[in-house]
């Protein structure tokens, strides 16, 4: 690890573990270090190992077993699998300069049809927020998600327009992001959509629903992403060697 990058210590350490993944050196089945052994041995905080590893998880390269650790998945090539979580990265590929505007951000209480979808009480307090992602200015995507409010810690703009769900849920819950299911589906834009996205009411969208699971399998958040049919589209890779297809 190169401490004195500008490159955070999490994202090296997750790039040396894709790395070691992708060049076979850790095989599907193959056991991680555990948190302390890895910390230990590039001389970082156990937390800085366990955000990596939560990204690892929400990239589908690893996944955990309670009480036995963390393991390699196995590429999954008999589904599709769209890679949702480098939106901005995709974005900038293009040409583009992508920027995320928070339109609206709150603590609220779970009304019966949130609390179903979260697996919750009714009226435990969640973390509101919706965004607006533009590139070059255009609107593409409109995300409005909840997380389960159990830290109380301060709500900082910057969390909100971080691209990656897990991170803003493990920054406001006291459990930590493990795994995450997203659901894709072809809809039509409503009324509030298409005034956020500046389409018609009607329109072809793309509607994504995440949930957030931590370790035990309980859900800690949930979310909804519409992305704009006539300006975005959706490709898929399978298998560790992406990098290594020339389209």
Not at 90 to 102: F, L, N
Not at 203 to 221: L, N, S
Request: proline share 4%; glycine share 6%; with cysteine.
């Amino acid at each position: 690890m190169d401490k004195k990058s500008v490159i955070p210590i999490y994202y090296q350490l997750r790039k040396y573990f894709e790395s070691q993944i992708r060049s076979g050196q850790l095989k599907p089945g193959d056991a991680l270090p555990t948190e302390m052994e890895i910390a230990n041995l590039f001389n970082i905080s156990r937390m800085t190992v366990r955000r990596a590893i939560s990204e690892l998880v929400s990239s589908g390269m690893v996944y955990t077993q309670k009480g036995k650790g963390t393991f390699v998945a196995r590429p999954r090539l008999d589904k599709v699998v769209f890679n949702l979580n480098n939106f901005y990265e995709e974005i900038k590929q293009k040409g583009m300069v992508p920027h995320a505007e928070v339109l609206e951000t709150r603590i609220t209480k779970a009304d019966e049809k949130l609390a179903k979808k979260l697996g919750i009480a009714v009226n435990t307090k969640c973390l509101y927020f919706g965004i607006v992602i533009s590139a070059n200015g255009e609107p593409i995507a409109y995300e409005t998600k909840y997380t389960v409010y159990t830290k109380k810690t301060p709500i900082i703009e910057s969390q909100l327009k971080d691209p990656l769900f897990s991170r803003l849920a493990e920054a406001h819950s006291d459990r930590s992001p493990s795994s995450s299911k997203k659901v894709l589906m072809a809809s039509t834009a409503t009324e509030e959509e298409a005034k956020v996205l500046d389409i018609k009411p009607g329109a072809p969208v793309f509607f994504m629903v995440q949930h957030i699971y931590d370790a035990e399998g309980k859900k800690i958040a949930w979310g909804k992403s519409v992305y704009r049919g006539d300006r975005y589209k959706l490709t898929s890779y399978e298998g560790w060697n992406i990098n290594d297809i020339k389209d």
